[in-house]
């Protein structure tokens, strides 16, 4: 055999075990083989359901129907029709047969079950999550015991001959993450997906609806979690469903207007949020006739909702002033006026009063609380984590062979304009951008430059950053400010 029919071969092989891997889809009625049975395949890469395909014969021999006449359809029409595919993001993956030998057993095993042995413990997690995420030490503590709980309770579900496991069930612990714009909520979970290797969806709850109207359905945060796991069901049962701007769906408090974005929304989550077998399109956050549809349980998908629930502060103050009383022991009116970690305080009363339901709260038994970013902790986010503002720009400039250093004053000058913005570590971005450009500028006009110190001075405009040449020669940076 020569060498191309060997190269031929193989790549028949590999698109055959690809197809494998996929159910077949009907191509009239979009349903998967797991539910519609044994599939009937013609040219073109075209399957047809038995159900489907008895319709249709049916509907020709029945005479009076303007199918009978084939031959008035455009030969060009028939032929695109026939060639159209399902792509594979619109298919789902086929679940692991049950082996009849021990050794594909053990190795089907390792696909499905979660290795508990494998899990990093819950100090571990919190030790990567340290690298990245500064301060939050609560925040990281709660979320690395849930997660490690979360999928140890999986993998011993699974060993269904664990004693430990016929007395007690043990139920999933949802999570409500709260805390103020910029401090890292969002932040947290992507790292926390970068550090496991499960499935992690992150969607926004802005932009669901109640079913029936404009926008995404509740099922749409499943779809990107079966996304994520590459359409393989098993993988996205065990997965993790971060939903951000959770407090967007609040009841409204007055309105005339009938509520599709609020107190709907809330109830149509608590299905998924308690653990029930719900209908997801495969490839689309909608369902129609042309996606295909599966069905997921989500008893064991861990769900973690965050919001900055903003006048959630005047709340809290209002049920805490109600507590002083009268006379030389009582807390005054202002006392809570400038309380950076306000939200520690809340309480369920509080998030009720906010607008979030009783049922809704009751499935997110864990809510803790995001603390507000200090001068010293926003300076210790500009140069500490591994992935660090400062060092991006440092790398940079190194690529010019050039040295970026700050001084403690720049660095601190930098926090206090964060501050002054109230927008946590996302003001900081913003800062530094503003300031960098005109060095970003400058440098590569000048091959001699082998230094660059920023200064509060330059920081606070009252001042131009100070260079050394390679010889050594310390001078100011003429910019286009200075």
Request: hydrophobic share 35%.
């Amino acid at each position: 055999m020569s060498d191309e029919n060997k190269k031929d071969n193989d790549l028949d092989h590999n698109e055959d075990n690809k197809k494998n891997k996929y159910e077949e889809i009907c191509y009239i009625c979009r349903r998967p083989e797991s539910k519609a049975g044994k599939m009937i395949n013609i040219p073109g890469n075209i399957c047809i359901c038995q159900s489907c395909m008895q319709k249709t014969f049916d509907t020709m021999n029945n005479g009076n129907n303007p199918y009978m006449d084939m031959s008035a359809l455009n030969p060009a029409m028939m032929g695109f029709m026939m060639q159209q595919d399902i792509p594979n993001r619109q298919k789902i993956k086929k679940k692991a047969e049950e082996p009849a030998k021990k050794t594909e057993d053990k190795e089907n095993e390792k696909e499905k079950v979660i290795d508990i042995k494998k899990l990093p413990a819950p100090h571990i997690i919190k030790a990567s999550l340290d690298e990245f995420v500064i301060g939050q030490n609560h925040a990281k503590k709660v979320i690395s015991v849930a997660v490690y709980n979360h999928y140890k309770r999986v993998a011993k579900q699974k060993d269904t001959g664990n004693p430990l496991m016929e007395d007690v069930e043990i139920e999933k612990s949802n999570m409500l993450m709260i805390g103020p714009t910029g401090s890292g909520k969002t932040y947290l979970v992507k790292t926390l997906a970068r550090i496991l290797n499960v499935p992690l969806a992150i969607t926004d709850a802005t932009s669901l609806t109640e079913a029936g109207y404009i926008g995404d359905d509740v099922e749409s945060v499943l779809s990107k979690l079966l996304a994520a796991a590459d359409n393989d069901v098993e993988k996205a049962e065990q997965g993790i469903v971060f939903i951000d701007e959770i407090d967007k769906i609040a009841k409204k408090k007055s309105t005339n207007n009938r509520d599709v974005s609020g107190e709907s929304v809330q109830q149509g989550l608590l299905k998924l949020l308690e653990g029930s077998e719900v209908e997801v399109p495969v490839g689309a956050t909608s369902k129609n006739a042309m996606v295909p549809l599966t069905t997921i349980n989500t008893k064991n998908i861990l769900f973690i909702c965050g919001g900055a629930f903003p006048d959630l502060d005047k709340i809290i103050k209002a049920r805490l002033n109600k507590q002083s009383s009268i006379g030389f022991s009582a807390d005054l009116k202002d006392k809570y006026d400038d309380d950076p970690n306000l939200f520690q305080k809340v309480s369920v009363d509080d998030l009720r009063e906010f607008g979030m339901i009783p049922e809704f709260l009751g499935r997110l038994p864990v809510v803790y609380s995001l603390e507000s970013l200090t001068k010293d902790m926003l300076t210790k986010i500009l140069i500490e984590p591994k992935n660090a503002i400062l060092k991006q720009y440092k790398k940079l400039l190194a690529l010019d062979e050039v040295d970026l250093n700050f001084d403690q004053s720049a660095l601190e000058a930098i926090a206090e304009k964060a501050m002054e913005k109230k927008t946590g570590a996302r003001a900081l971005r913003a800062i530094i951008e503003e300031f960098m450009l005109d060095i970003m500028y400058e440098i590569p006009k000048d091959d001699s430059i082998g230094r660059v110190t920023i200064t509060r001075d330059y920081i606070e405009k009252k001042g131009a950053p100070m260079i050394e040449m390679r010889g050594s020669v310390r001078t100011p940076m003429l910019t286009q400010k200075g």
